[in-house]
């Protein structure tokens, strides 16, 4: 049991074909089930044709029909993302994780919008995020496998080097990871802390949960809510951007404070006053957690 992926999860690389996809294609397929888990490619350019012994398809539709897959990682460049995206979302895949960056907020809100209307079953992960890993079974998108094993703790994350930073720390204490989620940091995206959150709730093989969050908007609040009224087991919080002026971006699209709101400062206050425990040193994540469990 996992959340979201596992070694049996079929994968189709939207994006095979560029250097970026090849390259981390390359790097999931070699980590643990990944030979079995990384099935096909979608350029119809180059349907036909294979990349390392991987068949390219046409479409994510003929990938589904043929080789099984139920899941997409995308590698394509921003214009294009989008519809890479409702491509995977209309052939009914069970879950879609964007890698890439910089997709224009208005070609998502349209994508999303469509997901909403038309009742898409589909889970998006994304986009702007380093992906998802269930460790020593499968991982997909471009965090280094290596420094994960598996465990009962469970990471949710806006950032991609945070997420790296925190499961550093646990496996200094010898604590392994469940699963660990990336959801990045555009403003309009797929899972929200407090869709991970459920699952890991709902999920026996997790003991204890990390969430970081990043200035801007009020998704780590809501969250926040969620797991005082919900959560049955101990979460731990950080949140990025403690000396970030009000206006100034930081990174992530999604992360600029706007208004007054949407503060580090805010966040922790919310989080702690909901039975979070929080800290503000990012090295302090692991310790922290090893307190609570």
């Avoid at 469509?114 to 890993?133: A, D, E, F």
């Avoid at 990871?177 to 709730?201: A, E, T, W, Y």
Wanted: hydrophobic share 40%; proline share 5%; with cysteine.
């Amino acid at each position: 049991m996992s959340i979201l992926i596992n070694k049996n999860t079929r994968v189709v690389t939207q994006g095979i074909t560029g250097k970026t996809g090849q390259f981390h294609t390359r790097m999931c397929r070699e980590y643990a089930n990944g030979k079995n888990c990384f099935v096909a490619g979608v350029n119809p350019k180059k349907a036909g044709e294979d990349f390392e012994g991987i068949p390219i398809y046409g479409s994510v539709k003929d990938a589904k029909q043929q080789a099984g897959v139920n899941v997409s990682v995308i590698y394509v460049p921003p214009p294009f993302a989008a519809a890479a995206i409702w491509e995977a979302v209309d052939a009914d895949l069970d879950l879609v994780i964007c890698i890439t960056e910089g997709i224009p907020v208005r070609d998502m809100i349209e994508v999303k919008e469509r997901m909403r209307k038309q009742n898409k079953k589909t889970v998006l992960v994304g986009p702007n995020c380093p992906g998802v890993i269930t460790p020593d079974e499968i991982k997909i998108g471009i965090m280094p496998g290596h420094i994960h094993k598996k465990g009962r703790i469970g990471v949710v994350s806006r950032s991609g080097t945070l997420t790296y930073e925190a499961v550093g720390q646990l496996m200094d204490l010898g604590l392994g990871q469940s699963s660990c989620v990336g959801i990045g940091g555009d403003p309009v995206n797929g899972l929200k802390h407090i869709d991970v959150l459920r699952m890991f709730n709902d999920d026996p093989e997790t003991d204890a949960v990390i969430m970081v969050g990043e200035i801007g908007g009020s998704d780590e609040e809501t969250a926040a809510e969620w797991v005082k009224a919900n959560m049955k087991k101990p979460v731990v919080g950080f949140i990025a951007g403690v000396t970030a002026p009000s206006g100034k971006r930081m990174g992530h699209a999604g992360a600029i404070i706007s208004g007054g709101k949407g503060t580090a400062q805010e966040k922790l206050a919310v989080m702690e006053a909901c039975g979070i425990k929080v800290t503000k040193n990012p090295s302090e994540m692991g310790r922290l957690l090893k307190t609570v469990l």
